[in-house]
Structure formats: structure tokens, C-alpha cells
């Protein structure tokens, strides 16, 4: 058994047996091992003409010298094992090797810039080996009490932690974790046989509650880890979420081991070949955590304000699916759950009613509002259902008459009460005419809208009601409401104005921060959808590249370049003359839409802003959702505008 509690049934490398192959070569008589052929030749020669005379004198030396060589051996096993049995026994037994793992230090995580966001700073634990304490009772609880005095517990705690296995127990014993740098140097100018201080690397965060829910957390290995994987020890750190659990293997590292052979009184008898730690590969990302910092303590601000319980912002670079900020607000403490947090701060993060553990830019689900325009107008273009010629009127409501009782109407109201006037698809996206995407998306008297089949089609495409593969557990896939599902859920057919809800984003549909970012992307990049990644490269400790990440193409075409175009025109008309003319004061052109998304039976409304720029070469897509924020175009556009003016001062546009 080990330093740390790991029993051993053999030795380290006992797993590989030699083989030892027979090699014995028969010597038949010659006339029974030749052929027909061979006897003749045989016959040719006399054999001692063949086979030199051997000389029997040289050979009794050699068998006599052999006797006496056994005989010796012989006499030397007999007093070895008899004479001196026990006292090799005793000595034998008394001798064990000592395992001492060489932790590997655990992989640093980097921004796309090389800014340390996850590290690691010496943390200090004191353990003892109870078998080489000192055998004196009276000096052994003396030693109790100077470790009591020294870490500022009991007397009886130390006895109790120390002797839980008994004394003679030559496993490692964790006293105390992560003890105060003070007391582990005044620990160490006291000589107490047994007991020592363990210099580990423990995590630390450099972007702490901003980059919690992306970096995630470690905690302690568990039983059944270990149970699985040999290459972890009891003391060591494990990636819990984020990129600190979906990159384990490649962060952790491999430890080395340190082996030593030693007597009973603990003296070293003999030193054997340690094993080198190998230590973890280190990860650069595609943040930027200056961004990220200033993403999430925006989202923050707004918590509080009106009926504001949280948000999300996702920046992506639209041509390879680099994610540059993923933030969710509230957030928790990377820090303070890596170190080991208590029973009581763990229950208070779960029963928090505005959820700091629920990672809202990826597993959030809620309706797009009318962001999603730029889905309805796709399908809308693309079936041909209407073209940027045509026209409606935009009034501020559509009456519906019930198809089995004319004496019921139906109202549906736009959110200008008032109307917008006579719009296009281009106009529609820049005012966020509802009316119009009621009449294309549903139909409306003799005009023939989408239907909610097509629709279901054109948001597939966009990878809405699907995941799209981001390299951090917890995503969701959004959804998409269908006839069947609502007869299978509710027992109710599908109406018109469900038509008319779903082409709006409002109702049953949703979608998280993370898709209506990248299908905003799509039509920056041409109608591409990429696969979204944090992952930029792997480097060793000298910075070299071990493994570098490439865009991965998750859909092509999914709309024509000319519809794609008239889209694009809408989005930038949204900044013109639109619902987010404060987008106007950026540094660059930007190209966006509002949405504002009902809930809670229509009594409150999460904000959206989803944009691109520039709009004459996209390199940014940005997505800003505040949870119960209110109108788009005043809670989530202007943290959009301050994100956007940030990226381009520190990255000028190319």
C-alpha cells in the first residue's frame, strides 16, 4: 500500500513476465534422421572423417569443476534459508516501498490573446504518515498538540484524524487541505516525525464569476473516478463543467511517482527510478476576456432593474465559429467551488430564485421574439410566398373571423397599435411590422402565407431545434412547435394564429442566445452555419502548437445570395431608419434586428438584440438577451453598441 491509499497485490512492473522459450535440440542416430538419398551420401565417407575426435580428458575437468561450483551454491542456499531463515525474513518483511506521487501540474487556459484565465498558485495540505510518528506515547501526543496549536483545532481532532487506521498505518492522511501559507511555514521550522506539508498546485481563476459558466470549475476526484481511472490520486483536481471537464483529459496531465525502499524506522534502504510527471497540455481559447468581463458586468447591471432576473451575450466571428464571449449573468464563483465550498453556500446557489448555476447562453430557451424575422423572412423569399416587390398594408391588427361562428372575431394585433403603413420585406425587418409577417407567415383572405410545415423546414435549416455542438457540456436544442405536438400535449388542433405566433418568435417557439446569434452569423457569412467552438489550439509549456482547431462547416446555401441580399438590406435599414437607430453611433456600420418576446401569459418581455458589422465584411456577430429586460431597442441594444465600439477600438476592421 501507497502513500495514498492504493493497496498493491504485486509490484510495479511484476504485470511483465518473461518467457522463456525451450530450446533443446534432439540428437537421433544418424541413420534414422537420413533420407533414402542421404544414406547413400552417407556411405560416401567414413563418419569420424566428418565428426573430430573428442577429448574426454577436457571434458572430466569441465564436469568436475561444474560438481564443485554446486556444491558451493548449494551449501550457500541451505545456510541462507535455513541457518539465517528468519533473520532474511524478518529483514525482508520489514522493508517497503514507498510510492510518492509527483503531481502533474494541471494545463493553463488561455484568452485568444495568451491572458491567463485559469492558472495555478501553490496550495499548501498537511498529511502524515501515522507508521513513522514517533513511537513514544508521551511524545507522540506532544506532537498532537503542536499540530492542534498550529492549524488552531482540537487536540482530539488530530488524534482522531491521525489514528482513524490505526499507528502502523504507512498510508498518507490528510490532516488539513489548503492550509494558510503562515501556518505551513511555521509548521515547517518544527521538526514532528510523521507529519509534513504538501506543496500542491491548486486552481486558480484569473476571469472568475464572468467566465464561470464557460471555464467552469474543478473539485476533488471522487471514488468512483478513481476507481476507474489509475491515473488519478486521492488529492487531485478534476474539470467539473465548462471547458475545465469537456477538455479533462487534455488539461490534467499525467503524475509521476517517486519510489523508494524503506525499513521499518522509515530510513531509506535504497532510492529507485522515479517517473517523471508529464505535465498538462495547455489550451488557448478564442476569448476575449476583456470583452467577456465587460459582457457579463453589463448583463449584471441590468439585474434588478424592472422585472430583469438575468441575460446572456454571445460574440462570434461569423466566418469560423469562433465564439470571442459567451456570458451569463447572475454567475457563481469558479474560485470559491474549485477551493471546496460549504453544504450551506452550495444550498443557497441552488435555491437562488434567479439561478446563478443555469448557463443561459447556451441552455436558455426562450422565445426569439422577433428576431426570428430573419428565419420567416428567409422562407418567405426563398417559397417565393412573396418577393421584395410586394406589399401590405400594415394597419396595427388583423381581424380573423371564426371559420364555424362568423359572430366571433378575432383581433391580432401588431405592436404599433396605430400601424406602420404600406411595407416590403425590407421595411418589415427595418420596423418589425408584425402584420406583415402575420399575413406571409400564416396567410391572410386571399394572400397564401408559409404555413407552419414550411416554416419548421427553413428554421431546421438554420439548425433551430438542434444543437449545434459547442464545446462545453449543458447546450439545448430549442424548439419548434408542430400540430402533432400540440394535439399530443394539449389535446387541441392547430389554429392560424398559432401560424401567426411562430412567425413572429412568440407562443410555443424557442430558441437559446447561442442559436439566434448564428443564424444572425448566417447571413453575414452568406448562408453558412459553422460549428461553434472555444478551443483555438493546444500548446506545450514552450508554446508550441500541438493541435489547432478549424472551422467546421454544419450547413451551407441555406438560402440564395439574392434573398440573402434583400435580408441583409432589411437588417441594415433596422440601424437607419428603424427600431435600433442608436446602433448609429458605432464606430463601424452595423447591420442588426430587435426582438421583444412575451412570457409569463403576456405580462413581461425579454429583450433581444442580435446584430453583425461591419456590414461591408462581417468579422463580428453579436447577440444580447436580457431575461424580462423589456424592449429590445432600449435594454439590449445599447450593451450591443458598447460591446461593438469595444471590439473595434481594440480590433481595428480589416
Not at 492504493?6 to 509490484?11: E, M
Not at 511483465?16 to 547413400?40: A, H, M, P
Amino acid at each position: 500500500m501507497d502513500f495514498f491509499g492504493n493497496k498493491y497485490n504485486s509490484l510495479p512492473g511484476d504485470e511483465k513476465k518473461r518467457v522463456i522459450k525451450k530450446n533443446w535440440q534432439e540428437i537421433d542416430s544418424w541413420e534414422g534422421n537420413l533420407s533414402s538419398d542421404d544414406k547413400l551420401l552417407s556411405n560416401q565417407k567414413d563418419i569420424s572423417e566428418i565428426v573430430p575426435e573428442r577429448n574426454f580428458i577436457n571434458l572430466s575437468v569441465i564436469y568436475a569443476v561444474g560438481i564443485v561450483l554446486f556444491l558451493i551454491l548449494g551449501v550457500r542456499l541451505w545456510q541462507l534459508q535455513i541457518v539465517k531463515g528468519a533473520e532474511s525474513l524478518e529483514k525482508a518483511e520489514g522493508n517497503i516501498i514507498h510510492i510518492k506521487t509527483t503531481y502533474a501540474p494541471r494545463g493553463v487556459i488561455y484568452d485568444r490573446n495568451e491572458n491567463i484565465l485559469a492558472g495555478n498558485e501553490a496550495r499548501y495540505d498537511m498529511l502524515v504518515v501515522p507508521a513513522l510518528m514517533d513511537k513514544n506515547t508521551e511524545e507522540k501526543y506532544d506532537n498532537y498538540r503542536s499540530i492542534a496549536e498550529i492549524l488552531g483545532i482540537e487536540t482530539t481532532k488530530v488524534r482522531e484524524v491521525v489514528e482513524a487506521e490505526g499507528v502502523n498505518n504507512w498510508n498518507e492522511v490528510v490532516i488539513a487541505k489548503n492550509i494558510p501559507r503562515e501556518q505551513a511555514l511555521l509548521f515547517k521550522t518544527r521538526n514532528i516525525p510523521g507529519f509534513f506539508v504538501e506543496d500542491i498546485a491548486s486552481r486558480k481563476y484569473y476571469c472568475n464569476e464572468e467566465c464561470a459558466h464557460v471555464i467552469g470549475y474543478t473539485g476533488q476526484v471522487s471514488e468512483d473516478e478513481l476507481a476507474k481511472d489509475d491515473q488519478y490520486q486521492p488529492i487531485d483536481q478534476v474539470g467539473r463543467s465548462g471547458l475545465e471537464s469537456y477538455y479533462e483529459s487534455e488539461l490534467k496531465g499525467v503524475n509521476g511517482a517517486d519510489y523508494r525502499i524503506v525499513d521499518a524506522a522509515g530510513r531509506t534502504v535504497s532510492v529507485l527510478t522515479p517517473r517523471d510527471s508529464l505535465p498538462g497540455e495547455n489550451l488557448v481559447t478564442t476569448l476575449d476576456v476583456d470583452l467577456q468581463k465587460m459582457a457579463y458586468e453589463e448583463i449584471k447591471a441590468k439585474i434588478g432593474q424592472g422585472d430583469t432576473t438575468g441575460g446572456a451575450v454571445v460574440i462570434s466571428n461569423p466566418n469560423t465559429g469562433e465564439i470571442i464571449t459567451l456570458a451569463s449573468a447572475p454567475s457563481f464563483s469558479a474560485e470559491q467551488m474549485s477551493q471546496g465550498i460549504s453544504e450551506e453556500d452550495y444550498t443557497a446557489l441552488l435555491n437562488d430564485k434567479n439561478l446563478p448555476l443555469f448557463n443561459r447562453a447556451i441552455a436558455g430557451e426562450y422565445p426569439p421574439g422577433s428576431t426570428f424575422k430573419i428565419v420567416t423572412a428567409s422562407a418567405i423569399l426563398s417559397e417565393k410566398v412573396a418577393g421584395i416587390d410586394d406589399y401590405v398594408v400594415d394597419t396595427g391588427s388583423l381581424r380573423i373571423v371564426n371559420k364555424y361562428d362568423p359572430n366571433i372575431v378575432y383581433v391580432f394585433w401588431g405592436w404599433n397599435h396605430s400601424g406602420l403603413g404600406s411595407v416590403n420585406v425590407v421595411d418589415a425587418l427595418a420596423l418589425s411590422s408584425d402584420i406583415y409577417f402575420y399575413i406571409y407567415g400564416g396567410g391572410y383572405e386571399d394572400k397564401v402565407g408559409l404555413g407552419i410545415d414550411r416554416l419548421k423546414a427553413y428554421a431546421e435549416k438554420y439548425m433551430l431545434s438542434k444543437k449545434l455542438g459547442i464545446d462545453i457540456d449543458g447546450e439545448r436544442p430549442g424548439f419548434i412547435p408542430t400540430p402533432d405536438w400540440k394535439n399530443n400535449t394539449f389535446g387541441e388542433e392547430w389554429y392560424l394564429g398559432d401560424d401567426y405566433n411562430t412567425a413572429i418568435g412568440q407562443g410555443d417557439i424557442l430558441a437559446t442566445p447561442l442559436q439566434v446569434n448564428f443564424y444572425t452569423a448566417a447571413i453575414a457569412n452568406g448562408g453558412k452555419i459553422y460549428r461553434p467552438h472555444l478551443m483555438q489550439r493546444l500548446v506545450d509549456k514552450d508554446k508550441k502548437t500541438i493541435m489547432e482547431i478549424q472551422p467546421e462547416l454544419l450547413k451551407d446555401n441555406i438560402i440564395d445570395m439574392e434573398n440573402i441580399g434583400i435580408i441583409r438590406t432589411g437588417l441594415e435599414a433596422v440601424t437607419d431608419n428603424g427600431t435600433a437607430k442608436i446602433l448609429q453611433s458605432a464606430i463601424v456600420k452595423v447591420a442588426g434586428k430587435t426582438g421583444t418576446a412575451q412570457f409569463d401569459n403576456n405580462t413581461k418581455e425579454h429583450a433581444w438584440y442580435t446584430c453583425y458589422a461591419p456590414v461591408d465584411n462581417p468579422q463580428i456577430a453579436v447577440t444580447v438577451m436580457a431575461e424580462g429586460g423589456g424592449e429590445g431597442s432600449d435594454a439590449a441594444a445599447p450593451i450591443a453598441l458598447k460591446l461593438i465600439n469595444k471590439y473595434f477600438e481594440k480590433y481595428p476592421p480589416s
